[in-house]
C-alpha cells in the first residue's frame, strides 16, 4: 500500500482551515506565518514556495522575506528580533541551511520559542526529550501521523532510524520511543546496515542520498518511511531516499517521493503556526 502524504495533508489542511474561520471571527484576525529565506538554494527556495502557498490555502497571513545570501548573521539576527517584537507575527520560520558564514544555533535560539513553529528551539527539544507540552517538530509529527492514518502499529515494534540530524533523525526516534517502540539510530557509519534493517517492523530513512535503500536492506512487510528528496544523478527527477520501485513489493505500506513526508511537513507546520497564535493570543 501505497501512503499519500498529499492526500493525508489535505485532510489536515482543511481541519486547519475551518478552524482559521472560527479564530478570525474571535480573536478578529488570521494567524500570521513569517518565512526567511536566506540566498537562492533552488530546493529552499521550492519549500519556502510550498510553505506560503499552504499558508494562503489555510487563511493566514503569510509573509516571505528573501535575503541575499551574504546578509551578515548580526542582520538576520536583527530581522529576526523585529519580528520578535512585532505583535502581528504569530510564527517565524528561517528555512535552513544557512549559508555557512551565519550560526544556525544562534538563528534557532534568537526566534522566541512563542514563534518557533518548527520547533527547534533549544528549550523546545528539551520540552521533547523530558516528556514535557512541546511543539513537535514539523517532519517527524508528519511521519507519525502518516504511520497513524496507515494504522500501522507503533507500540512494541522495532523501528529503526536511519539519520540522526536535529530535524528528523533525532526528535522521530524520540517520537517513535515515546509510542513504545524499540527504536534503533542507525546512520552512514553503521556497520553491516542492511542486517540492522532488515529486522525492521518500521523503516525511516532520512540520509539524504538518493535511493540509498535497496530491497535487500527492508523486511517483508516493514512500513517504509521515506524523509528524502533527492535529484536521481541519472535522470534528474525527484526521488527518494529508497529505491521505491525495488522496495515497494517488499514493504506492507511505503511512502512516495514525491507526495509523502514533504507535504504533511507543510500540513504540520500550518498547525504548529495556528497552536502558536492561539497560545499567544489566549496568552497561555
Ligand atoms: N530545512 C529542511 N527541513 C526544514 C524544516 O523543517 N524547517 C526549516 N526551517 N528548514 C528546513
New binding site residues.
Partial sequence: MIISGTELAKELKQNVKERVETVKEKYGRAPHLVVILVGEDPASQS?VKGKGKDAEEVGFKSTTIRRPADITEAELLQLIETLNADDSVDGI?????LPSHIDEDKVIETIVKEKDV?G?HPANVAALWQKRPCTY???PAGIIKLLDKAKVQIEGKKAVVIGRSN?VGLPVSKMLLDRNATVTIAHSRTKNLAEVTKEADILIVAIGRPKFVTADMVGDGAAVIDVGVNRDPETGKLCGDVDFEACKDKASVITPVPGGVGPM?RACLMENTLECFLRRIQGA
Fill in positions: 519549500y520560520l528561517v528555512q535552513l541551511p518548527d527547534f517538530p514539523c517532519t530535524i511537513t
